[in-house]
């Protein structure tokens, strides 16, 4: 193997942990060594295909064994892994391909029409079929890897090429791709090391989408890189995920807010075996202080985190330690990556004081990829990236989000942040999840409405919730109306999407 | 703070964990924010002395804080530090201090005399006193640090600056100085993190000396990177270790075989309190079998390593779970560490078949300080550092250290690696320590003779400890005689002298 990029990362853990179970999805699992043997034999295949060093290399697809294949192949090869978002509609996809330039894109059998669909785009493109069977003139993943040869690919490929291309949510604007260097995923997962005590025996569940930076970045790449086990899910189901604590021993698991909510709202939560589970990571929004207790309850705590797919994407760490005494907070930066919080004039924020996130460090993303107006755009002359997210610094440097500079609600002249009224909310009895939004006001400007997803068997008025946040809020921070529904929208990663909450609930 | 360089670390984690323990030493001890402030303290004193960018910052003395500290602020300076070995005589550390050009000297009191030895040296110098109170000329450390500005140094240290200058230990040749960077310092801590399971609660007892790269940089500096407690002792003493595990409930160690052994045969040894130690880190030889078993009645396994000053010093690594089943090997290469064992022509050599190692990998020393030709002798064409050292590779991948290149003995045509015969001599009960050197002979060319620490108490013969051999060893391998002595010559890392003991015990 050649250098430290990512693609080396099974032949290395091969050669530490051959016999360590590597990769466990459903019924099948592989060690170490079949990894490496399936990446290299992969690796050739693409190549095969015509796949060279900078090329892309889009996967579409729920979770599976061959997402990670694959980022690993396109890796050993110096090719760019693009994952694609299956939430996505077909135009959207095609703007991903076309944008990042796809020569191949590897899908899951389960997406076959979009992948037909994107096939018929004018590009010369090369389509893989993982599982199912593959239609006329798409190749079949399992085949590809039985008839390439094992001759290792030696390829140099540095901490300073680029590994991969995410596009960012995309809950507003034009999505973007995000270009992640080796070295980018590489310290980022040092941080995650330094941050967590990840063992060499972790058994981590990876049933958020891989798809997103979060699941993929935060637990699954720094669990293979000690050596551990992934658990690899193609989506999160509760009573499945309370099997798999017992029955694999699950001792890590990344999830939003949402996930763990929904473990602890299951009827199989009281009688669940949880003496496995080690590290319980959040990240999407802030864990509400009743979700903590539910989970203290049975001897658990949150590691809480920020960060977004532009860094790769660890920026603050609330750990264990705090996790109840800093409630409501993101934590403190990661070691290696720094964060001010600034001013519109990019002066430093005093304590307290709400301003602009701005992070540097060798996570940062080298810029969004053939944007370069963009790219200048999201940083500061002096190369600090611009989160837009609002948050204000305590005294001993935990920082809490306020909220997304997009989403502020500017009501009377005074600034409401979202965030801190759902958090009152939230920790009503009767309410299981909550949005705040801004809907226009003759008056007011803008007014918030607070949108309600009730706990099942209750029944909560308007005037009950109301009533609740009265007192806990400055009066311009009380939603003038609360309007119930069954779901808020949300996309992969848990993230509201306020854009079709406000298409819905949000006319006056 | 800017860019990575290992001066960062105590700022960085200052803003991380400000109230944790950092250092314990003694009766004194200081948190993360205290460090910190210390560090930027004596680094703003450095700069007033006149220390650049690039100059040198020297250190002579037993492990202290001062040691950390100055190695810290000299690296936020983006200055080098070059740690002296206390062993050596005047002329040596002259020489040393000649060949880096150090512009400082910093010094622990009980080092006074050499020091002023050394101030008369034609170069122009300055020197600082830890502790005691300092010489007419000399600077007192801990007026420096008070008296200096508390403004943080801003200079930017990247990875790729020199970090540290460390002497090689010189059981032959002229000591050469090995030109380490931030990076390489930087990658040894990731594949530690990697290897062992490091926590943030971690306690770990720093009683081997910090002048030599296996205390500094397999467990001190990676403990204070997870922002765990480095206990600094200024040396080994097994009553006091003994006594520190319960006290200060040490859960990391990192010691060389001798100083294991001296732990089970100091009489505190049955009643000693180890419930709290956890990873017990040997390396400098291989830890024998008796011992092994000795700590393992205990429920204590061994990760064992090999490694070189020019490596910083990670290249191999025996994990716990390997360390019964594998014993008497050095493991397998550290994460991102390359390892190769090469015949004379540079090819591979087959499994068990002896050849040199060579290593690459982002831990390997950018050179010999000021010797472009050694240090294009110690690489390969292509980039790999010759080790010198000879080893075999089994197949799974384990690498036993056959012996240093230049200790094989020679007789009759055969080749006798002096390591595996002191390991089977090592398991007579008996038998504390033994050392096999070659001596001439006018049959045989050379012929191996075992030198022997008996263990207290006991009284072997020479007959006893050959008949103890025979059968066990090819006929060729077996000593043609025993000398009885009262210690083995070592060096400060617990290497043999081997040059000291053909010279007390080589004579036909």
Chains 1, 2 share one sequence.
Request: aromatic content about 6%; some cysteine; glycine content about 10%.
């Amino acid at each position: 193997m050649r250098d430290e990029g990512i693609g080396s990362w099974p032949a290395r853990r091969a050669r530490s942990s051959p016999e360590r179970t590597a990769i466990v999805h459903g019924e099948r699992s592989f060690t170490y060594a079949e990894l490496h043997e399936r990446v290299n034999r992969l690796a050739a295949a693409l190549r095969r295909l015509g796949v060279r060093r900078g090329d892309r290399v889009a996967y579409l697809g729920a979770n599976h064994p061959a997402l990670l294949e694959t980022l690993f192949a396109a890796g050993t090869l110096g090719a760019v892994f693009v994952p694609l978002n299956t939430r996505l509609a077909v135009p959207e996809l095609a703007y991903m391909l076309d944008d990042s330039g796809a020569r191949v894109l590897v899908y899951g059998a389960e997406r076959a029409e979009e992948a037909t669909a994107l096939a018929r785009r004018p590009d010369p493109r090369t389509l893989v079929t993982v599982g199912g069977s593959a239609p006329a003139g798409h190749e079949a993943y399992e085949e590809l890897i039985a008839s390439a040869p094992v001759d290792p690919v030696d390829e140099p490929v540095g901490l300073d090429d680029t590994c991969m291309i995410m596009y960012t949510s995309g809950t507003t604007g034009r999505p973007k791709g995000a270009e992640l260097t080796h070295g980018n995923i590489t310290w980022n997962c040092v941080n995650v090391l330094i941050d967590v005590d990840v063992t060499a025996d972790e058994v981590t569940l990876v049933s958020a989408p891989l798809f997103h930076t979060a699941a993929l970045n935060m637990t699954c790449l720094p669990t293979l890189l000690k050596g551990g086990r992934v658990v690899v899910e193609p989506g999160f189901d509760p009573e499945r995920a309370l099997a798999l604590f017992a029955t694999e021993r699950i001792s890590w698991m990344f999830g939003v807010p949402a996930m763990f909510d929904a473990l602890t709202a299951h009827p199989g939560w009281a009688d669940a075996d949880l003496s496995s589970l080690r590290v319980l990571m959040a990240g999407g929004a802030p864990v509400s202080e009743s979700t903590i207790a539910a989970y203290q309850e049975r001897g658990l705590t949150f590691l809480q985190g920020y960060g977004m797919t532009e860094t790769a994407p660890g920026v603050l760490m609330l750990g264990a330690a705090d996790s109840v005494r800093k409630a409501g907070t993101a934590g403190r930066p990661s070691l290696f990556t720094d964060v001010r919080i600034v001013r519109p004039d990019l002066t430093d924020a005093d304590p307290g004081e709400p301003g602009e996130i701005v992070v540097r460090g060798p996570n940062v993303m080298r810029g969004y990829w053939g944007r370069p107006d963009d790219t200048a755009r999201a940083h500061t002359a002096d190369g600090w990236f611009r989160t837009g997210d609002v948050a204000t610094g305590d005294p001993e440097g935990f920082v809490t989000i306020v909220d997304r500079a997009k989403d502020m609600i500017i009501s009377g002249g005074e600034n409401i942040y979202p965030a801190e009224v759902e958090s009152v909310l939230h920790d009503h009895p009767d309410v299981l999840e909550c949005a705040v939004i801004g809907v226009p006001d003759e008056r007011w400007g803008e007014v918030g409405r607070a949108v309600v997803v009730p706990r099942p068997g209750t029944a909560p008025t308007e005037k009950d919730l109301l009533a609740h946040v009265e007192g806990r809020l400055a009066r311009y921070k009380i939603p003038k109306s609360v309007v119930f529904t069954d779901a808020l929208p949300r996309n992969a990663t848990g993230k509201l999407r306020k854009a079709d909450l406000r298409r819905d609930h949000g006319t006056p």
